[in-house]
C-alpha cells in the first residue's frame, strides 16, 4: 500500500506539470498506529523509500517517534517540526493532535498548488484549498 501512495502521488504531481526530481513532500506520522510511540513494523517507511526511488525529497515529522530510533531502525531523519513550501504533504498517521489540521494549517506549510494526501480519510471536507485525496 505504501508504494501505492507514493506512486499515486507522483502521478499527481505529474499532472500539476511538476519535475518530480525538485518536489518536496512531508510524511506526517511515522509510527506503526495512532496514539502510539511504536514504531516497529511502521508501513510508513515505504512510503517514504518508494518517494526515494523517485528521488522526491523527503521529511518525515512525528511528535510521538523517537527520533533516535527511528534513524537507528530506518536510517530516516525526523523533523522536530514542520517545514515550509512543500509540493505536498502525506498524512501518513492520523495521531489526535493532527485531528484539527485544515486549510489555515496547509496554507502555512504548502505551495499555493501543493496537494494534501490523507491516507486514512480523516480530513475529508475540510480542506477546500488544495488538490486533496485519499484512499
Same mark, same amino acid.
Given at each position: ?5 507514493? =506512486?499515486?502521488?507522483?502521478q499527481?504531481? @505529474?499532472?500539476l ?5 525538485? *518536489?518536496?513532500?512531508?510524511?506526517v506520522? +511515522? *509510527? ?6 511504536? @514504531?516497529?513494523?511502521?508501513k510508513?517507511?515505504d512510503v517514504?523509500e518508494?518517494?526515494? =526511488?523517485y528521488?522526491?525529497? *523527503?521529511?518525515? *515529522?512525528?511528535p %510521538? +517517534?523517537?527520533a533516535?530510533?527511528?534513524m ?6 525526523l =523533523?522536530?517540526d514542520f517545514?515550509? $513550501? ?5 498524512? +501518513?498517521?492520523?495521531?489526535d493532535q493532527?485531528?484539527? %489540521? $485544515? $486549510?489555515?494549517?496547509?496554507?502555512g506549510?504548502?505551495?499555493p $498548488?501543493g496537494?494534501?494526501?490523507d491516507?486514512?480519510g480523516? %480530513? =475529508?471536507?475540510? @480542506?477546500k484549498?488544495?488538490n486533496?485525496?485519499s %484512499?
Open positions: 500500500m505504501g508504494a501505492h501512495v507514493a =506512486r499515486k502521488l507522483v499527481q504531481l @505529474i499532472k506539470n511538476k519535475q518530480v526530481t525538485l *518536489t518536496k513532500v512531508l510524511v506520522g +511515522a *509510527t506503526f498506529k495512532e496514539n502510539v510511540s511504536d @514504531i516497529r513494523n511502521s510508513v517507511v517514504i518508494e518517494l526515494k =526511488r528521488s522526491v525529497q *523527503t521529511e518525515v *515529522t512525528d %510521538l +517517534a523517537d533516535e530510533e527511528f537507528h531502525e530506518y536510517g530516516i531523519t =523533523r522536530k517545514g515550509k $513550501d512543500y509540493d505536498a504533504v502525506i498524512v +501518513a498517521v492520523n495521531h493532527f485531528s484539527t %489540521l $485544515d $486549510d489555515s494549517f496547509f496554507e506549510i504548502l505551495k $498548488d496537494i494534501v494526501v491516507v486514512k480523516e %480530513l =475529508r471536507n475540510k @480542506i484549498k488544495f486533496y485525496w %484512499l
